[in-house]
């Protein structure tokens, strides 16, 4: 099972998810992990049964595009990210503006 | 135009067991567009990484969900495997197998009984849940557990399987069979039944993979993508083929549930003839260091589970996709121009877990 990961940049991640999208790719899904002062987001993409992680650190301070644009399902998984961690997602199709999860305390995973 | 009206569904109705709420927003009868809300019932088990250690996430992991936890167990299991380059018993393999085959069948079952109450047909929904208590029995007399089962480890399995029980199992898999071809016969000719489900709610391929869409879901919709295809456990030594249908409507996606229970009856019967002797694990030294994502096909559909560990006894992050996180894009776009009264219908047909969703 291939579980390599591609480290890219947070700005060209538009880039990165169209050039998977015509290339027939689908999303599986979007995770975030707490690293010291960012996140670490990886992307995962499918195409029958292979698989590809885009891999890249976000400042905690900085905004990552939405690839809602791109793969529309993507709204649950980055509502989710923004729920739990905090990260800034901007653009996001179906936003939930933080009420995509009805936790006790604000961003809990942060 | 008509006048638009938004008509809240769930979290609490009849035919939801768990809390999902949407908002139907409605043309005279006919729905224009859906929007899920989840969250009820989130616990954040996956924060428990900063209290538990990588073995004790074993148990955690199983408690995501009564019905998929054998899987959850695995799904974590095989990735932190996979990290610490350890390589598990093929008894245990193989074992691993029979029981996730077993965690489809019960869920299947469970599922068509669901489906039966929903439209009407109570001695069926009774009926299923009856088979469906055989596949437990076996769990019970295996595991000793009937919902939370407590028997993966990160190495192998904690118990054995005598060769007396699993031949009583093959014989037992066999007299299910054949009460499940009686069962499946009002679910695929009922005139009633088909009425309910033919042609309500259309994904096609296209749409169902551009959503991400998994599981029996998926593959009702003409994508013949099962993860068991990568071999993962001992699926790499049985004869199988992804079961699809091309209708990709209600109806293709009981018929693919149903013809999936029986594969899962003849995986296990395959494993039973092979099962080889040994262990059925291994001893853990060190302490895992590294990333991994692992995927597997539970009941519902395809399952992620990304472990990242840094050398210590505690892991840095365990993300778990469930396959009802995945399928509600789907849904969303299967409840566009739907009547309300099939509404209910369409919400059991990608089988939602909610449990595993908020996990």
Known sequence: ?110 | MSTRSVIPFGPQHPVLPEPIHLDLVMEDEKVVEAIPSIGFIHRGLEKLVDKKDFNEMVYVAERICGICSLGHGLGYSEAVEHIMDIDVPSRAKYLRTIWSELSRVHSHLLWLGLLADAFGFESLYMECWRLREEALDMFEASTGGRVIFSVMKVGGIRRDVSDEMLKDFYQRINKMEEQLNTIAKPFLNDMAVQTRLRGVGVLTAEQADALGCAGPFLRASGIARDIRSTGYCAYGDVDFEPIISTEGDSYARTECRIKEIFQAFDIIRQCIDKMPAGDIDVPVKGMPNGEYVMRIEQPRGEAIYYVKANGSKFIDRMRVRTPTFANLSGLVETLKGCDLADVPILVLTIDPCISCTER
């Open chain 1, 1 to 110: 099972m291939n579980t390599e990961f591609i480290n890219v940049n947070p700005e060209s991640i538009i880039d990165e998810s169209q050039k998977l999208k015509f290339a027939g790719y689908h999303l599986i899904q979007q995770c975030a992990t707490r690293v010291p002062d960012a996140y670490e987001l990886i992307y995962t993409f499918g195409k029958d049964l292979e698989m590809k992680h885009l891999k890249m650190t976000l400042p905690e301070d900085q905004e990552i595009s939405s690839i809602t644009s791109i793969y529309p399902c993507a709204f649950i998984y980055e509502n989710e990210m923004h729920d739990l961690f905090g990260v800034q997602i901007k653009m996001i199709n179906i936003d939930y503006e933080g009420k995509l999860y009805r936790t006790a305390i604000e961003t809990p995973f942060k």
